[in-house]
């Protein structure tokens, strides 16, 4: 028994934490958590556990925030045609796994040196279709957008550390104009 009801969850913790603590290098760190988060969202179970969790713009639910490692996992549920404002996830990490519905990710390029501050030019570099199953791995600094493409859609997020500790810039496609975040409101959920 782990501290979660749901036991494809409970292994997924496990899991992470054997992983964490091979300590592999960065990238390969990063990408070894793939096929694990993959595992853990094709778990039915879990799946119909998450069809009762809020719909809500601005949430990101708080799953799990890990004592010995630091890592986050958090769950995202996106309302009808959810649009996300390109963003990036400043100096973490984030691997990004659509647990149930469609989304669409979409990677964008900086074609400035970023030597004007408030101003970026991104370009788009990839649109890809991200049906339930699907995972991506941001790395730090990666300007991106994760949309909705289906009613409702549930994304789990592992992240390095829990957000808000950390600036995120938002850019505005239209004018180049860039911002600051901290990220979305962080609501605890039990599982
Ligand atoms: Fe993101």
Redesign the pocket.
Same mark, same amino acid.
């Given at each position: 028994m782990g501290q979660y009801s749901n036991s494809a969850f409970n292994n997924f913790i496990h899991d992470m934490q054997m992983h964490f603590s091979l300590g592999l290098p960065e990238v390969e760190h990063w990408e070894g958590v793939r096929p694990l988060l993959s595992r853990l969202i094709s778990d039915n179970e879990f799946r119909n556990v998450s069809r009762s969790w809020e719909r809500k713009k601005g949430r990101e639910y708080i799953l799990h925030h890990d004592p010995e490692y630091d890592f986050f996992v958090g769950a995202l549920v996106r309302e009808p045609k959810h649009v996300?404002m390109a *963003?990036d996830?400043g100096p973490t990490w984030?691997i990004?796994g659509v647990l149930d519905g469609d989304e669409v990710t979409q990677i964008f390029e900086r074609l400035d040196d970023g030597s004007q501050p408030g101003y970026a030019k991104l370009r788009l570099k990839v649109r890809s279709e991200a049906p339930m199953g699907t995972v991506d791995v941001?790395p730090p600094h990666i300007p *991106?957008?994760?949309n909705g493409n289906s009613p409702r859609s549930v994304a789990i997020t592992v992240r390095t550390t829990k957000p808000g500790s950390y600036d995120q810039i938002m850019f505005d496609l239209e004018t180049g104009k860039t911002g600051i975040s901290r990220g979305l409101d962080l609501v605890p959920l039990k599982i």
């Amino acid at each position: 028994m782990g501290q979660y009801s749901n036991s494809a969850f409970n292994n997924f913790i496990h899991d992470m934490q054997m992983h964490f603590s091979l300590g592999l290098p960065e990238v390969e760190h990063w990408e070894g958590v793939r096929p694990l988060l993959s595992r853990l969202i094709s778990d039915n179970e879990f799946r119909n556990v998450s069809r009762s969790w809020e719909r809500k713009k601005g949430r990101e639910y708080i799953l799990h925030h890990d004592p010995e490692y630091d890592f986050f996992v958090g769950a995202l549920v996106r309302e009808p045609k959810h649009v996300a404002m390109a *963003h990036d996830h400043g100096p973490t990490w984030t691997i990004y796994g659509v647990l149930d519905g469609d989304e669409v990710t979409q990677i964008f390029e900086r074609l400035d040196d970023g030597s004007q501050p408030g101003y970026a030019k991104l370009r788009l570099k990839v649109r890809s279709e991200a049906p339930m199953g699907t995972v991506d791995v941001v790395p730090p600094h990666i300007p *991106h957008a994760e949309n909705g493409n289906s009613p409702r859609s549930v994304a789990i997020t592992v992240r390095t550390t829990k957000p808000g500790s950390y600036d995120q810039i938002m850019f505005d496609l239209e004018t180049g104009k860039t911002g600051i975040s901290r990220g979305l409101d962080l609501v605890p959920l039990k599982i």
